[in-house]
């Protein structure tokens, strides 16, 4: 298996664009996480995925943000209207969530909004 | 919700033994894992740890007391390619038989001559 798979690597927009995101997890992983790392408030945990099915989504920072997961090899985490604030580094992971399972992490988007 | 604290910065001498401590606070406890970042690339997994004691992997090592909610990550032969961020995360059972996985801020490491 290729890994996680995030596109794009790096997007620079405007503020007020509408911008997804795309991840790919590792087929046969059933849980999908979404974080955003920043050097302030670290790696935080957006949103995540069970079997397709989104599970807590309490840290979504706004009705800006809404996440999808049509089927189990396809994510996105869409931002609309994009703001400078929501500049960070996006990171999908994936998991089997059992045991001594770890999650993988995609290379993540690096995104900029000016 | 899940609270998780580590130090922000540690610096330490190649060839040294490093101790990066993690603490936390939440229920429905499932296990904590020990990641590393390197400046601009995705955090990779180190250990994993869900009873109470030590594993041990090659230099490094990993610790869990449960009951004091405490971790360590323990370096050992510093080289500088260890220069990193090392992450505590912890898994908790959210209920209707799914799993959480919630990061702390990261502790970043810098390993001197």
């Given at each position: 298996?290729?890994?996680?798979?995030?596109?794009?690597?790096h997007e620079v927009t405007e503020m007020g664009q509408e911008v997804t995101l795309r991840c790919k997890p590792i087929s046969?992983?059933?849980?999908?996480?979404?974080?955003?790392?920043?050097?302030?408030?670290?790696?935080e945990l957006l949103i995540y995925f069970n079997n397709n099915v989104p599970i807590d989504d309490s840290g979504m920072p706004e009705d800006r943000f809404s996440a999808k997961m049509p089927n189990a090899s396809f994510s996105t985490l869409k931002i609309q209207p994009s703001e400078p604030r929501d500049s960070a580094v996006?990171?999908?992971a994936s998991s089997y969530m059992d045991g001594n399972t770890e999650a993988f992490f995609g290379q993540g988007t690096r995104l900029t909004v000016v | 919700?899940?609270?998780?604290?580590?130090?922000?910065?540690?610096?330490?001498?190649?060839?040294?033994?490093?101790q990066i401590n993690c603490t936390y606070q939440t229920s429905g406890f499932n296990g904590l894992f020990w990641y590393q970042q390197h400046a601009g690339e995705a955090p990779t997994f180190l250990s994993?740890?869900?009873?109470?004691?030590?594993?041990?992997?090659?230099?490094f090592s990993s610790f869990l007391s449960r009951s004091k909610g405490y971790s360590y990550l323990l370096l050992k032969e510093l080289q500088m390619?260890?220069?990193?961020?090392?992450?505590?995360?912890?898994?908790?059972?959210?209920?209707a038989g799914s799993y959480q996985?919630?990061?702390g801020k990261g502790t970043k490491l810098s390993v001197i001559p």
């Open positions: 298996d290729a890994g996680v798979i995030q596109s794009p690597r046969g992983h059933d849980y999908l996480f979404w974080y955003r790392q920043t050097m302030m408030r670290g790696l996006y990171f999908c | 919700g899940q609270n998780i604290d580590q130090p922000t910065e540690m610096t330490a001498t190649e060839g040294a033994i490093v994993y740890n869900v009873l109470d004691g030590l594993e041990e992997k090659g230099r390619k260890d220069s990193a961020s090392y992450l505590c995360a912890v898994r908790v059972y959210s209920g996985l919630t990061f």
